[in-house]
């Protein structure tokens, strides 16, 4: 009964606090690259995730093949450019999309692109100028709005790959606007040096949902009902002493 109980509440935590946990290692890895490029920090829309949700589901359903997943230190770059982009010129938002088991996509846009967008434009890969063109998303100046969304790739299986899709508004990547949103290019070099724990500049994520602290309350609500369980056993399992004399 007791192992029955443990499966049952761990199975509660995966399902309460999957989402919420990759929503905020996106949003935080965002948000940590845009303070290293001293940029506004992405708030989160609410709407916009909800839309991108709904795309990542989409694309679910278009079986589109297994793509080669990120990895740091490769010799090569890959990206997945079988996902087809919802809104191509770029009128509403801009949009990255990643197919993922460990969630580093982000990770990847910031390091692999920051190489690509280096490159001279006429000299990248088709491969290259994509993962520029993420890397400049991530990084564009006048973007103060993202919205985050994922969905298994095969629902059948959801401990297998993921479909991320990421959204970000004011659209960026505009012609003729680089040079006011992409400042600071010295730090082009930055993905070659040693990180440093600045952790009085770590703080939580804003966000029009409060996702966080749904997470938090998650956290805290599925504790209490492990103990009161632990306690209910422990109260059955004591011996009744009846007096006697």
């Known amino acids: 009964m007791f192992l029955f109980l443990l499966l049952f509440v761990s199975e509660l935590y995966q399902n309460g606090l999957g ?4 929503m905020e290692e996106v949003i935080n890895d965002h948000n940590e690259h845009r303070r290293n490029w001293l940029v506004p920090e992405f708030t989160v829309s609410n709407e916009l995730s909800e839309e991108s949700e709904e795309y990542a589901k989409h ?12 990895k740091d230190q490769e010799d090569f770059f890959v990206d997945h450019l079988a996902f087809p982009i919802s809104d191509p010129l770029k009128d509403s938002y801009t949009e990255n999309i990643c197919e993922f088991k460990n969630n580093n996509c982000v ?5 692999a692109g920051a190489k690509c967008y280096r490159k001279a434009k006429n000299r990248r890969t088709k491969i290259e100028q994509s993962l520029a063109d993420k890397f400049s998303a991530i990084t564009w100046k006048s973007s103060l709005n993202i919205g985050i969304g994922w969905a298994p790739k095969n629902p059948a299986n959801p401990n297998g790959r993921n479909i991320l899709v990421v959204r970000y508004t004011p659209p960026g990547n505009q012609p003729g606007e680089y040079e006011q949103n992409i400042e600071n290019e010295e730090f082009l070099d930055y993905y070659t040096l040693t990180a440093v724990p600045e952790e009085e ?3 939580n994520p804003k966000t029009s949902g409060g996702s966080s602290d749904n997470a938090l309350r998650k956290q805290i609500n599925i504790t209490l009902v492990v103990l009161i369980l632990l306690f209910s056993l422990n109260i059955e399992s004591r011996p009744v002493f009846s007096a006697s004399g």
Do not use: G
């Open 19 to 22: 989402y919420e946990s990759i």
């Open 59 to 70: 694309l679910a359903t278009l079986k589109i093949p297994d793509q080669k997943l990120y």
């Open 107 to 111: 990770k990847y846009w910031s390091t």
């Open 201 to 203: 500049i770590v703080t």
